[in-house]
């Protein structure tokens, strides 16, 4: 996924439209394909970069964002908008990076016990690259609304196998089960306020869906098609 030049990545935030839609407007640079690490610190005649040991302190001013993003602020699961920590820094240090869609059959093995069927057929979806060559991934659109109703299905499949989730949702419930379910899928526990935001999504804004086990469908497909599923 390539992020705008000199801002750094917030986390994606808990609904796909955001995944899809949050762009980082307003920074100068140059081609925003164009990784520009720091010169190594061994002067490798090469050019190859080395990691370096400290990050830059001072950011150039042609590197900073000079405009808020355009368009409607997005929250992520604490309730934070995405723009609001922010930081400029050079370009490339600090990114996160879509899974590709090699790794994600596993992936969703790893969370759900098994791949969805869909993700097979949906393999044209993704923009893989030919056999032994590589491209780095790129979130577009049409893989984003792929990936949600292929996690969408694993989710239902998941759920229905699985008898705590036979009932909907409730405040105890969801704070369990969201709290489970995100360090799962995240490898990392999620925040309180994460928590809180997965149980108000849970208990509050799918009253329209009488099926409890849909009901927990939309809640772990939300996880799933948040930064800390589908990047690293």
């Keep these: 996924m390539k992020l705008a030049r000199s801002c750094s990545f917030a986390p994606l935030v808990s609904s796909l439209a955001v995944v899809a839609l949050a762009s980082l407007a307003g920074c100068s640079g140059d081609d925003p394909g164009t990784l520009n690490l720091p010169p190594s610190p061994t002067g490798d005649p090469t050019g190859v970069p080395t990691t370096p040991t400290t990050e830059p302190t001072n950011t150039p001013v042609e590197l900073q964002c000079t405009e808020k993003p355009a368009g409607r602020s997005y929250k992520n699961f604490d309730g934070q908008a995405l723009e609001a920590t922010r930081a400029n820094e050079g370009m490339g240090l600090n990114r996160a990076r879509i899974k590709p869609y090699a790794v994600l059959a596993g992936e969703l093995t790893r969370v759900l016990g098994a791949a969805p069927p869909g993700l097979a057929a949906a393999a044209g979806s993704f923009e893989t690259p030919p056999a032994r060559w590589y491209e780095e991934p790129a979130a577009t659109g049409v893989g984003l609304s792929t990936m949600y109703s292929v996690v969408f299905e694993g989710a239902l499949a998941y759920t229905r196998a699985n008898p705590q ?68």
Aim: net charge positive; charged share 15%.
């Design 165 to 232: 989730y036979a009932a909907a949702p409730t405040a105890q419930s969801a704070q369990t089960e969201c709290s489970a379910f995100m360090a799962k899928a995240w490898n990392r526990a999620a925040s309180p306020n994460e928590v809180t935001e997965c149980v108000t999504f849970a208990t509050t804004k799918l009253g329209k869906e009488p099926n409890a086990q849909r009901k927990w469908a939309y809640v772990l497909s939300t996880v799933l098609t948040s930064t800390g599923f589908l990047a690293y």
